[in-house]
């Protein structure tokens, strides 16, 4: 008998807990594992013996039929980089006496490509010093930036949330009988997936958005206007989609850097507004769609929900195998009808690196998506979650602060 | 036999459609009603007589429930203000021809204050030149600050999507280590409805929001930041709902004045973001929902939609019974079980006026909600429309932007 832990990290999906969901209901179902910890703010909770017993929290099936239509991480998070173990090997000692005193055998860890870096140094130290814990990645990211996967957990529900939001915005900007101009910006730093996928509503006859830029096409801020002032010419309400991380000439960014040396960056729906009115003159808005895009789990896509509680499930399959040091991925099998099987790869490979839209998704023009691009994005955004509401609104599973603090 | 006009006009809502399918549903049973002619954007359309026959538009009981499921304003809508007729007769001209050169006997007007204003002067003059139209003025604004009436189509659904927004807001906050501000700015610029009816997540077992801000209540930077202090201390996440029509000392507003002379307001919840920062120094983000508090319509409150197609109705059958200048109002009966009555007033009554918050919905230390105004606002958002989708995003009605122009 072994105990297993578990832990979320980096930031925020609506699909982080369904994969914790599935760590833990598949665990349940092992006779070889006994207690199931949750570690409190990622790998932190790791290093401070700060765990909790889940099966003492989610108790029924209820609960976690909860915990599936709660976004963001229900055990808390962080962003906190392992140094390599030859320079500093202080807190992988810490690690190593929190997992061996609570005798747990496997460690499952949910989080982006960040995360998948602590997967890979963490299995290469057990390795190394003859510990066997096995570390298995569990992705998450609502950029879908993760190399060798398919597709990434989260990524559906932030899409068709956005797409949603992206056609109500449609409706709302053609009211008046003037000319405007609709700037839209949505979260990706180096990666367009997130923006790109807004051109699923081209499916639906709608013609916006009208301009797609994403951060994989050289921005240049005299093509934007001739695009925006060319489709003016067609449209009497322009919707522009545009990634937070396309980069301008005289640098919006903020020039901070996070922990993982990511440049910080915001303001782009901004800083275009002006520049279209300024340039162009006409009524123009921006909108930043927020931390909402990540954590609108009122209108997740249930294929997205239902695959990253199974590839939760299948992490743990894959570390009673034997192996370790692997990140689970999804492989596409066919668009229509749309299968996926489940599989893993080397942590090593995954760690650190981005996955950037392929050419073939962007149009000629460097300006909008293909609708090649269609048959990938749209059976990720396909199915709505039965939601348990409350009083109107959808309940959520949360544990107490006290107990996460 | 009569035709009748109905048109759409202000800021949109999810429910000025559902109101329209209540006009255009009623009048179909009406033997003495033929045609029934859509106005675009707004009184616009009277005026330069650009009118769209909507029997040949709505042609199957789907495009209703489509309609009711399609945010904004599907025939455009418009911010025009009539003249006093005295000063100026002209446009009054212009709206008469129209009106009598398409056999028009009544016309129905959904908007907000501004609007009733139109449906005040257009009925004056219609009886003091003896014109036998009638003129009915159907309610909508998700600020919810009309008189006399209980409460506005549209609120319910924009109180339901902003309070389900920020309590996934407040999952998302929670997650890091590291104590935090988060201020989520609420549209409403003299009433504090929309910022106030974020408190149902109380009657949830939510703590947050732990602050709420109303125009109510006269704003002070030292009250906000010694507020802000004392939850900081009880919480790690401090979650904050301030109306964007909140005044602040050295003045965020940007000093464009609209139409209709009011002060167009922007930039509160940043500007308290920098306060914080500055003043606290801890992690602070500030997030603006923008349109999609008006536009959401994936969660439109069930009763909220139902309410507004009845009260549509209501004003075709007040009409008919010769009734003009009047507005359709809701008569709250009980809060539980929840019961309103439709009713009409005099336009004189309700255009051009605001109505506030009650003070027994506000706490004595005039940062939060009383438990009190749940009563109100709890039955506004309850049920939830069953969406039609198309390609997992919900379908609109929608006339092709040719037909607009």
């Given at each position: 008998?072994?105990?297993?832990?578990?832990?979320?990290?980096?930031?925020?999906?609506?699909?982080?807990?369904?994969?914790?969901?599935?760590?833990?209901?598949?665990?349940l179902k092992e006779a070889s594992i006994d207690a199931i910890f949750g570690s409190v703010n990622g790998i932190e909770g790791i290093i401070q013996n700060h765990m909790i017993n889940l099966k003492s929290m989610i108790l029924t099936n209820d609960d976690m039929e909860l915990l599936k239509q709660t976004p963001s991480t229900v055990l808390g998070s962080c962003r906190y980089k392992l140094p390599d173990w030859q320079e500093d090997e202080e807190v992988y000692r810490k690690i190593t006496d929190t997992l061996k005193q609570r005798n747990i055998g496997a460690f499952f860890y949910i989080g982006?490509?960040?995360?998948?870096?602590?997967?890979?140094?963490?299995s290469e130290y057990f390795k190394n010093t003859g510990l066997d814990i096995k570390v298995i990645g569990i992705p998450k990211t609502i950029d879908n930036d993760l190399c060798i996967?398919?597709?990434?957990?989260?990524?559906?529900?932030?899409?068709?949330?956005?797409?949603?939001?992206?056609?109500?915005?449609?409706?709302d900007s053609i009211v008046y009988s003037i000319p405007s101009v609709t700037i839209v910006e949505v979260m990706g730093r180096h990666a367009g997936w997130l923006t790109a996928s807004?051109?699923?509503?081209?499916?639906?006859?709608?013609?916006?958005?009208?301009?797609?830029y994403v951060p994989e096409v050289k921005f240049s801020l005299d093509n934007f206007l001739r695009d925006v002032r060319q489709e003016l010419s067609k449209h009497k309400a322009v919707i522009v989609a545009v990634s937070e991380g396309i980069e301008v000439p005289d640098g919006v960014q903020s020039g901070l850097v996070d922990n993982f040396g990511h440049k910080y960056l915001s303001g782009i729906g901004k800083y275009l507004e002006d520049v279209v009115r300024n340039e162009i003159g006409c009524k123009v808005r921006s909108i930043?769609?927020?931390?909402?895009?990540?954590?609108?789990?009122?209108?997740?896509?249930?294929?997205?929900?239902?695959e990253s509680e199974s590839i939760g499930a299948a992490g743990v399959r894959c570390a009673?195998?034997?192996?370790?040091?692997?990140?689970?991925?999804?492989?596409?099998?066919?668009?229509?009808?749309?299968?996926?099987?489940?599989?893993?790869?080397?942590?090593?490979?995954?760690?650190?690196?981005?996955?950037f839209l392929p050419k073939k998704f962007?149009?000629?023009?460097?300006?909008?998506?293909?609708?090649?691009?269609?048959e990938y994005f749209l059976p990720l955004i396909q199915g709505e979650l039965n939601l348990v509401m409350e009083h109107g609104i959808p309940k959520h599973f949360a544990i107490h602060e006290s107990v996460l603090k």
């Open positions: 008998m072994m105990n297993i832990a578990v832990a979320q990290s980096g930031g925020p999906t609506c699909a982080i807990n369904a994969s914790l969901v599935g760590v833990f209901k598949e665990s982006g490509n960040d995360s998948m870096d602590t997967v890979n140094k963490l996967t398919d597709h990434t957990p989260g990524f559906g529900s932030a899409a068709k949330y956005v797409a949603t939001t992206m056609k109500e915005i449609t409706r807004t051109a699923v509503l081209h499916a639906m006859g709608e013609t916006a958005p009208h301009l797609i930043e769609l927020n931390v909402m895009q990540r954590c609108s789990s009122h209108l997740g896509s249930r294929t997205d929900i239902e009673l195998n034997g192996q370790t040091g692997r990140v689970m991925v999804f492989r596409r099998i066919s668009d229509m009808p749309y299968t996926v099987s489940i599989d893993s790869a080397d942590a090593g490979k995954i760690a650190n690196q981005e996955k962007i149009n000629s023009a460097g300006n909008n998506i293909t609708d090649q691009a269609l």
